[in-house]
């Protein structure tokens, strides 16, 4: 019989996103960042090839982020609901972890499973913040995608893109649950 780790089962049973607009300070401190990053790169990861990276953002890059997504989203003619959305996700957050898609040309792992390694990534460090008992989000929208922003104002190489921004902070307010997906809805038994 394996050995079940059931508080660890509880935690995923029973884990919440916090909404980004509630998020505020106090944040982790440098220590707390690094274990949820240790956390975070802790995923399968096919020939250690290690198609991703990390960019803290912390207040004066997040309000410098906020104020440049507005001149250029104005400036390449991106809709201004778009553009408000953008400057309220960067200059609301207390502490940004962009999980950079940084994918390595290699001809034995396709770019699909890096881009899955990535992808875990994303969720390993969102649920690392919130088990260390902080609130988490994570969030994408055009600016995580849009690679002339990301080089001018991250500092992005040649085909990387920001797979997820998670925003971490004290939350205003205990989250509260969703709808889950009906697992009949999307669960197939084959037997033989």
């Not at 969720?123 to 902080?134: F, I, M, T």
Request: charged content about 20%; proline content about 7%; overall charge negative.
């Amino acid at each position: 019989m394996p050995k079940k780790n059931a508080q660890a089962l509880q935690f995923l049973l029973s884990r919440r996103s916090s909404s980004h607009k509630t998020l505020t300070h106090p944040v982790p401190d440098r220590d707390g960042v690094e274990t949820i990053l240790t956390a975070g790169a802790r995923v399968p990861d096919h020939k250690m090839l290690e198609p991703f990276r990390f960019v803290v953002l912390q207040d004066a890059a997040l309000n410098r982020l906020g104020t440049a997504v507005q001149g250029y989203g104005e400036t390449t003619g991106i809709p201004q609901d778009k553009i408000d959305k953008a400057v309220f996700n960067f200059s609301n957050a207390p502490l940004g972890i962009a999980v950079v898609a940084s994918l390595k040309p290699n001809e034995a792992i396709p770019e699909v499973e890096q881009t899955l390694a990535v992808g875990a990534c994303c969720l390993s460090v969102l649920n690392a913040a919130l088990a260390s008992g902080w609130g988490a989000n994570w969030i994408t929208g055009w600016a995580a995608f849009d690679h002339p922003f990301l080089q001018a104002n991250m500092g992005l190489e040649a085909g990387e893109y920001v797979a997820g921004f998670i925003f971490v902070g004290t939350p205003k307010s205990e989250p509260t649950d969703r709808k889950r997906p009906d697992l009949t809805a999307i669960t197939t038994w084959v037997e033989t």
